[in-house]
């Protein structure tokens, strides 16, 4: 033991509490919520860097080009670009009228019983796997659609080009519809909450005015939500831009440029999915680079559906 | 209203249609629910025996098999996700409702909320690129790891949301009796909220449980049994979709019996969080 030269005056009877648990504890909790950040960053290099060799070999012209063709090495995304945002844009043409009419009914029309069996029957069908929705794809709507739904739209609708064409069984349709089964969920839950968000005096402004139900909830309450239900849309995009696997299941997987609705395609994230394990070089690095455009774009519309929603919100909390 | 101000009787006859077309869109949107669930039990309950369960897959065309060794498989990856997942995801969450500053907090959340968008395959390629190639095999880690990426920002807003409701009272109480901020983040308000933080987790689990795009690259799938956790492990949703694809009518049968015990365990775990939160609302 050291030799001490004096005592100390005074001696405390107890310690102050030490702060370095709270400091360890800080630091070490900020680490973990740090790692979405890093988690995110990872992706982004990982996938930049997996397809160097492909953006350096092809560029712009990646993007533009309609050729896939591993045989003679070269490679081309539009085929895949096109049948993501048509299968998308199907699917929100027919998820949105149905999602948003859902979220008003559910808010504002259904008796109060209702509404809860609902809420909960759709958080079920957001339960439900992706490759399970595909199966079922595969083996009932797929034949159902190329029995019963197709010849009829092509016999009355066939002068449109989007109805026009040899039926196949799967295709760009069935993709869409899909699509749509799974986004159905988030949109018309979001829409949701958005709708139960809008403050109560509006509704009762309206009603004290003589308004029936549907005009409250026209004039008070959707003229008020419709930024937020906006929101609530993009971000149905976004999901439906990165389904997979239901979508390779019965989409048909061939990569044309179709303008028919009953022609297979290919979407970026089914392209990856059943070529990925085969490839090697740059036909590795040219999905990889496919990979970087899908994580590009929906990083982007998710970035969209986030800045609505959350100003939404605070424009709510204003009020 | 324009036009119709004066005529009662037609407006309440608008609004009682768009009531009823609106209950019409409502029940669309609800029968695909019960369509698949209505053919996963016609299709798949003859197919789900013992031997489904004890067995492991025959080959193609052979009648029987099961799908014994995917089932552990899923478990198995499951764990290794929440190995992965549950610690960050929660302490995280702790730190977004216990010390984070407003600006932080921002920040975090948003990219949480980014990475719950971003597609699940692409975590399958991206830990290809990172495990599996570096590894040179596909490996049960890598699939594990998958998961545990896709769970992170699920659990991390879950907690968050149930530790903010904790009382600030509590953990006033707590600082006032001179214990460590620390403790009182571990012992008071995590205790306090564990239901709600369970919660999170099963939701998660139930979410990725599911998820098959990011193991086709990663678990790859096995056809045997395997104990190695650095080789191929076979798992529920892979089984499925490669009896799917299949043109044998003998795996058709097992990819619906397969789907049926799926989604059973998936709606296990959802149903097992109402329970565990009765009466208490808590967002999905």
Known sequence: MPPRDKPPAVVPRMKPPSRLGDQVFSIFTLCMAATVLVLILVVGWQLWSGSRMSIHQFGFHFLVSSDWDPVNDNYGALPFIFGTLVSSVLALVIAVPLSVATAIYLTELAPLWLRQPIVSLIEMLAAIPSVILGLWGIFVMVPWLRVEVLPILQRYMGWCPLFHGTIYGPCMLAGGMIIAIMIIPIITSVSREILVSVPHLQREAAYALGATRWEVTRIAVLSYAKRGIFGAIILGLGRALGETMAVTMVIGNTPQISASLFAPGYTLASVIANEFSEASDLYLQSLFEIGLVLFCVTILVNLLAQLILKTFAGATVKQ | ?284
């Open chain 2, 1 to 284: 209203m324009t036009g119709s101000v004066n005529n009662h009787r037609a407006r309440k006859g608008l609004s009682a249609c768009i009531s009823v077309f609106t209950l019409l869109c409502a029940c669309l949107v609800v029968a695909p629910l019960g369509l698949v669930f209505i053919h996963l039990v016609r299709m798949g309950a003859s197919a789900v025996n013992l031997d489904f369960f004890t067995h492991i897959p025959s080959g193609p065309g052979e009648p029987g098999g099961g799908m014994a060794n995917a089932i552990v498989g899923t478990l198995i990856l499951l764990g290794l996700a929440c190995a992965i997942g549950v610690p960050t995801g929660v302490l995280g969450g702790v730190y977004l409702s216990e010390f984070g500053t407003t600006r932080v907090n921002w920040t975090i959340r948003f990219v949480c909320d980014i990475l719950n968008g971003v597609p699940s395959i692409i975590w399958g390629i991206v830990i290809n690129g990172l495990i599996v190639i570096p590894m040179k095999s596909y490996s049960a880690y890598a699939g594990g790891l998958a998961l545990g990426c896709l769970m992170v920002p699920l659990v991390m807003r879950t907690t968050e949301e149930v530790l903010v409701l904790v009382p600030h009272g509590y953990r006033e109480a707590a600082l006032a009796l001179g214990i460590a901020r620390w403790k009182t983040t571990v012992h008071i308000v995590m205790k306090t909220a564990a239901r709600g933080i369970i919660t999170g987790i099963l939701l998660a689990l139930a979410r990725v449980a599911g998820e098959t795009a990011p193991l086709l690259f990663t678990a790859l799938g096995n056809n045997f049994w395997n104990n190695d956790l650095s080789k191929p492990i076979a798992a529920l949703p892979l089984q499925i979709f490669a009896y799917a694809i299949s043109p044998y009518d003998n795996w058709h049968r097992q990819a619906w019996a397969g789907a049926l015990v799926l989604v059973s365990f998936i709606f296990t775990l959802n149903i097992s969080v109402r329970f565990l939160t009765r009466g208490k609302p808590v967002r999905v």
